[in-house]
Antibody
Framework: QVQLVQSGAEVKKPGASVKVSCKASGYTFTSYDINWVRQATGQGLEWMGW????????GYAQKFQGRVTMTRNTSISTAYMELSSLRSEDTAVYYCARTNDYWGQGTLVTVSS | DIQMTQSPSTLSASVGDRVTITCRASQSISSWLAWYQQKPGKAPKLLIYKASSLESGVPSRFSGSGSGTEFTLTISSLQPDDFATYYCQQYNSYRWTFGQGTKVEIK
């Protein structure tokens, strides 16, 4: 069965970077795009960007341009999302999603001094 | 970017009620619209894709309609498990956008 398993919760200081992983199983990793979406506590869903695991091509929301990098390691069917220059407003649950049908369980990133 | 306007933001209903949620796109997205259900502490769950296609395993009381800029999600007979927050999402371009969400509460 298709599964996306994300890395565990992170606590970071303002100005630091965080890298969240998303390990895919149950399907051919390079056949479906991976998107990243975040959700602050009590708020709605916010799309961050997209990656084609086959080509490595990416597209980012303008809000995150220059701060976000999406990569992958096809040998281990894992996608990564790195967000830099963290601020308190980046505290949220970060999700990876295969196209829009299967989602990871979410990774809580807390930014606090 | 395409803006998605969802209404209402909150809806109070009883078990057995027919419920309709509306989503409007700022420009035509053809039928590239999905509906999700989200419960607290859980990832969104895909209910409807391509505006009206029911995702496998989703109860038939859920249905979607619309095309272009106007879309609706209908729950024909609200069940206790359906109290949750619902989001529309456009995927006409690779840049997804979501509606603000509709919280369905117990009346």
């Amino acid at each position: 069965q298709v599964q996306l398993v994300q890395s565990g919760a992170e606590v970071k200081k303002p100005g630091a970077s965080v890298k969240v992983s998303c390990k895919a199983s149950g399907y051919t990793f390079t056949s479906y795009d991976i998107n990243w979406v975040r959700q602050a506590t009590g708020q709605g869903l916010e799309w961050m960007g997209w990656m084609n695991p086959n080509s490595g091509n990416t597209g980012y929301a303008q809000k995150f341009q220059g701060r976000v990098t999406m990569t992958r390691n096809t040998s281990i069917s894992t996608a990564y999302m790195e967000l830099s220059s963290l601020r308190s407003e980046d505290t949220a649950v970060y999700y990876c999603a295969r196209t829009n049908d299967y989602w990871g369980q979410g990774t809580l990133v807390t930014v606090s001094s | 970017d395409i803006q998605m306007t969802q209404s209402p933001s909150t809806l109070s209903a009883s078990v057995g009620d027919r419920v309709t949620i509306t989503c409007r796109a700022s420009q035509s997205i053809s039928s590239w619209l999905a509906w999700y259900q989200q419960k607290p502490g859980k990832a969104p769950k895909l209910l409807i894709y391509k505006a009206s296609s029911l995702e496998s395993g989703v109860p038939s009381r859920f249905s979607g309609s619309g095309s272009g800029t106007e879309f609706t999600l209908t729950i024909s007979s609200l069940q206790p498990d359906d109290f949750a927050t619902y989001y529309c999402q456009q995927y006409n371009s690779y840049r997804w956008t979501f509606g603000q969400g509709t919280k369905v509460e117990i009346k």
